[in-house]
């Protein structure tokens, strides 16, 4: 018992009070506003772990698709989203399904307990997916392959690495960036009775993302004592004092998706509606976070696309330039010849700068090293944005 | 007798050891007597290391391996900062972030008896010295100094505690006083206790005060002196710009130019520093 007591965190009575009287003060004990969010970091990592493998047994994804690291402050949560082909449901024949596992790891913090879920992973997984599932923000039906027979499964998967406070928020935006920038092969339909179904490899055809409504974000309030004060975004210490916390999920249109109140203090209608408008607010200001963060994701993934033809031809670069040089004197003729070259320079150009990235990026091999250069190489994509996509 | 350490160390001392360093061969020094701290481990006449660190070495003879964690290893005389867990009949038991709950003997404050025994609640931040640190056994504290007075130790009342990893509670005890405290120092007043084991204890008079000393505090771990400095100052003015926009005027109290600082130097030998100070509980 006595190990059990040493490995709980806990607060001093000092803590506790000292959140309070400065809460009479406006002041919160990191510096912020009541009504300041923690500093948001989303990156997208390219190393995905190998999860359970899917039922048919095709090796589906492009490793660094639908996953994200998201930070909210100090707090950490790393999002996965994963897809396989199942039998969709009975009674919904015509849909694929979406189901979010969380996975709170006791490293995140000594109150986790390996193994079995306790009651915050329970709530937190259900928060997120009430926010996800009822507002009906993935499209579902365009996940079906076949009806009644074959539908994509979507699977998201939560890690708690660090518990600063505040996970269903942070968890939620894992989540959102992982379904945003996840992508799930192409299936046609083939074969004499056209019941036959082709998985298309990423190489051959190029994966389709998400159809994704909208962005429900969850905006967390914590409430202290009877009169009423309140805080966003709460910090660890800060749940530990609160008396009720309140979780509001709302997209930037305004809408509402889902609430969920927890703790026993009781919460006046005229605050709860208060907090409904600053939910609102914040999730437009955190939808445009994630959007932003998506975008310089996805411009950087084009890009590497184009890496990645001039490296898989790396071996026979001067036939590749034989080619192009070919192309070069066919269109020669043409009218607009003049602008088809300037492209295929710049596309050379391209190719070069990319294999000089690759050559510099090839001694770091560890996990940070390969999330910097994510990120490096989103800043050096912007340079040239209207590039390769005439 | 010879205080300088042998040949093979000179190399080893004040740099990074991994476990499985060899940082003394001690059949080499048959007359001399040496200390060891946390982190090294004798095999017959070998000293090696057994966690990742800097090794140090203080006069006359001793050794240690200094590392930044978030767990604290108990190490007698090791001055700390517990939180009260439980209350038994002839001890407290203080969590004092190491793996195993600390043992707080109920007479271990100055003049203790039987009839005398404070009465903590669960949750009471106490300022503690380490007695007793052996393996294999809960690590015991005392209230008290060595020679038995209740020195500064005891309940530290009010104020605000956060924890931070132990190399920047060694930090802050540093000799020299610590850039961060002392550039804080020159523009606000305030009083602070660090425990070794990643602890730090913050009071002031307003709780702006506390709450910008905490922050500075704990964004220095990764800083070095002159970066402090010129953290904390930006820190300030950006204050003093709010504190503008928002009326509240400066309380010419908080301007004192001088503060009150609890000082323990990291060795392994007791010793009752001189100017720390604060309120005895």
Same mark, same amino acid.
């Given at each position: 018992?006595?190990?059990? $007591?040493?490995?709980?965190? %806990?607060?001093?009575?000092?803590?506790?009070?000292?959140?309070?009287?400065? =809460?009479?003060?406006?002041?919160?004990?990191?510096?912020?506003?009541?009504?300041?969010?923690?500093? &948001?970091?989303?990156?997208?990592?390219?190393?995905?772990?190998?999860?359970a493998s899917c039922a048919i047994g095709f090796?589906l994804?492009?490793?660094?698709?639908?996953?994200?690291?998201?930070?909210?402050?100090?707090?950490?949560?790393?999002?996965?989203v994963t897809a396989q082909l199942v039998q969709p449901y009975r009674d919904r024949p015509n849909e694929g399904s979406l189901s979010i596992?969380?996975?709170?790891?006791?490293?995140?913090?000594?109150?986790?307990?390996?193994?079995?879920?306790?009651?915050?992973?329970?709530?937190?997984?259900?928060?997120?997916d009430?926010?996800l599932r009822e507002?009906r923000a993935v499209d579902t039906e365009s996940l079906c392959v076949l009806a009644g027979r074959l539908a994509w499964a979507i699977r998201i998967?939560?890690?708690?690495?660090?518990?600063?406070?505040?996970?269903?928020?942070?968890?939620?935006?894992?989540?959102?960036?992982?379904?945003?920038?996840f992508?799930r092969p192409e299936c046609t339909l083939g074969g004499d009775d056209g019941r036959e179904v082709i998985i298309h490899?990423?190489?051959?055809r190029?994966p389709l993302?998400l159809i994704i409504h909208?962005?429900?974000?969850?905006?967390?309030?914590?409430?202290?004592?009877?009169?009423?004060?309140?805080?966003?975004?709460?910090?660890?210490?800060?749940?530990?004092?609160?008396?009720?916390?309140?979780?509001?999920?709302?997209?930037?249109?305004?809408?509402?998706?889902?609430?969920?109140?927890?703790?026993?203090?009781?919460? @006046?209608?005229?605050?709860?509606?208060?907090?409904?408008?600053?939910?609102?607010?914040?999730?437009?200001?955190?939808?445009?976070?994630?959007?932003?963060?998506?975008?310089?994701?996805?411009?950087?993934?084009?890009?590497?696309?184009?890496?990645?033809?001039?490296?898989?031809?790396?071996?026979?670069?001067?036939?590749?330039?034989?080619? %192009?040089?070919?192309?070069?004197?066919?269109?020669?003729?043409?009218?607009?010849? #003049?602008?088809?070259?300037?492209?295929?320079?710049?596309?050379?150009?391209?190719?070069?700068?990319?294999?000089?990235?690759?050559?510099?990026?090839?001694?770091?091999?560890?996990?940070?090293?390969?999330? +910097?250069?994510?990120?490096?190489?989103?800043?050096?994509?912007?340079?040239?944005?209207?590039?390769?996509?005439? | 007798?010879?205080?300088?350490?042998?040949?093979?160390?000179?190399?080893?001392?004040?740099?990074?050891?991994?476990?499985?360093?060899?940082?003394?061969?001690?059949?080499?020094?048959?007359?001399?007597?040496?200390?060891?701290?946390?982190?090294?481990?004798?095999?017959?006449?070998?000293?090696? *290391?057994?966690?990742?660190?800097?090794?140090?070495?203080?006069?006359?003879?001793?050794?240690?391996?200094?590392?930044?964690?978030?767990?604290?290893?108990?190490?007698?005389?090791?001055?700390? $900062?517990?939180?009260?867990?439980?209350?038994?009949?002839?001890?407290?038991? &203080?969590?004092?972030?190491?793996?195993?709950?600390?043992?707080?003997?109920?007479?271990?404050?100055?003049?203790?008896?039987?009839?005398?025994?404070?009465?903590?609640?669960?949750?009471?931040?106490?300022?503690? %010295?380490?007695?007793?640190?052996?393996?294999?056994?809960?690590?015991?504290?005392?209230?008290?100094?060595?020679?038995?007075?209740?020195? #500064?130790?005891?309940?530290?009342?009010?104020?605000?505690?956060?924890?931070?990893?132990? +190399?920047?509670?060694?930090?802050?005890?540093?000799? @020299?006083?610590? @850039?961060?405290?002392?550039?804080? +120092?020159?523009?606000?007043?305030?009083?602070?206790?660090?425990?070794?084991?990643?602890?730090?204890?913050?009071?002031?008079?307003?709780?702006?005060?506390? /709450?910008?000393?905490?922050?500075? /505090?704990?964004?220095?771990?990764?800083?070095?002196?002159?970066?402090?400095?010129?953290? *904390?100052?930006?820190?300030?003015?950006? /204050?003093?710009?709010?504190?503008?926009?928002?009326?509240? =005027?400066?309380?010419?109290?908080?301007?004192?130019?001088?503060?009150?600082?609890?000082?323990? /130097?990291?060795?392994?030998?007791?010793?009752?520093?001189?100017?720390?100070? %604060?309120?005895?509980?």
């Open positions: 018992m006595e190990t059990r $007591l040493a490995n709980t965190w %806990r607060m001093t009575v000092n803590e506790k009070k000292f959140i309070e009287t400065a =809460l009479d003060s406006n002041l919160r004990i990191d510096g912020r506003n009541p009504l300041e969010f923690r500093n &948001i970091t989303i990156k997208f990592g390219r190393q995905v772990p190998r999860f090796s994804l492009s490793s660094e698709d639908g996953s994200s690291d998201v930070l909210l402050g100090k707090t950490r949560v790393m999002g996965f596992y969380t996975e709170f790891s006791p490293m995140a913090d000594p109150a986790f307990e390996s193994g079995r879920p306790g009651e915050s992973a329970v709530e937190l997984g259900r928060v997120v009430r926010g507002s998967d939560l890690h708690i690495i660090d518990n600063a406070g505040n996970l269903v928020d942070a968890a939620n935006i894992a989540a959102l960036a992982a379904l945003l920038t992508r490899k990423p190489e051959e190029e993302p909208h962005l429900p974000i969850a905006v967390t309030f914590a409430f202290f004592g009877s009169e009423g004060k309140m805080v966003v975004d709460p910090t660890h210490n800060e749940e530990d004092v609160v008396g009720a916390r309140m979780t509001v999920t709302a997209n930037a249109n305004g809408d509402i998706c889902a609430i969920q109140k927890a703790g026993g203090e009781g919460v @006046p209608q005229s605050i709860i509606l208060h907090c409904l408008r600053l939910a609102a607010m914040n999730a437009e200001s955190i939808t445009k976070k994630i959007k932003s963060a998506v975008e310089v994701y996805n411009t950087e993934r084009a890009l590497r696309k184009i890496k990645r033809h001039s490296t898989s031809v790396a071996a026979s670069v001067s036939i590749a330039d034989g080619d %192009r040089r070919e192309l070069q004197n066919k269109v020669t003729g043409n009218a607009d010849d #003049e602008l088809s070259r300037r492209h295929i320079e710049r596309l050379k150009l391209e190719s070069e700068e990319a294999s000089v990235n690759q050559i510099s990026n090839a001694d770091g091999g560890s996990d940070s090293s390969e999330l +910097g250069r994510t990120m490096k190489g989103a800043g050096s994509a912007k340079s040239f944005l209207g590039g390769p996509s005439n | 007798m010879d205080a300088k350490p042998s040949g093979l160390t000179t190399s080893f001392v004040n740099n990074l050891v991994v476990p499985g360093d060899v940082v003394l061969d001690i059949s080499s020094m048959a007359n001399q007597t040496i200390k060891l701290g946390g982190g090294l481990r004798q095999d017959s006449d070998a000293i090696s *290391v057994i966690k990742a660190g800097k090794l140090r070495f203080s006069k006359p003879n001793k050794y240690w391996v200094e590392t930044s964690q978030k767990r604290y290893v108990p190490c007698a005389e090791d001055t700390i $900062l517990g939180i009260v867990v439980d209350s038994k009949p002839d001890n407290f038991l &203080i969590d004092i972030k190491s793996p195993t709950l600390a043992y707080l003997p109920v007479l271990a404050f100055e003049g203790g008896t039987r009839r005398n025994i404070p009465k903590f609640e669960d949750g009471t931040l106490l300022y503690v %010295r380490v007695v007793k640190a052996n393996t294999g056994m809960y690590p015991e504290l005392s209230c008290t100094d060595a020679s038995g007075k209740a020195a #500064e130790f005891g309940v530290l009342k009010d104020g605000y505690m956060f924890e931070c990893s132990t +190399g920047l509670a060694r930090m802050l005890l540093s000799s @020299p006083t610590c @850039p961060v405290l002392e550039a804080l +120092g020159k523009k606000l007043s305030y009083e602070i206790a660090v425990g070794l084991n990643g602890r730090v204890w913050v009071n002031a008079d307003s709780p702006s005060t506390i /709450i910008v000393v905490a922050n500075a /505090i704990m964004n220095s771990e990764t800083l070095s002196g002159v970066q402090q400095k010129i953290m *904390v100052e930006k820190l300030l003015q950006k /204050i003093q710009v709010n504190r503008v926009r928002f009326h509240l =005027l400066v309380p010419s109290k908080s301007r004192y130019l001088h503060y009150h600082l609890h000082r323990h /130097i990291s060795e392994f030998d007791s010793k009752t520093s001189k100017d720390a100070y %604060r309120d005895s509980p």
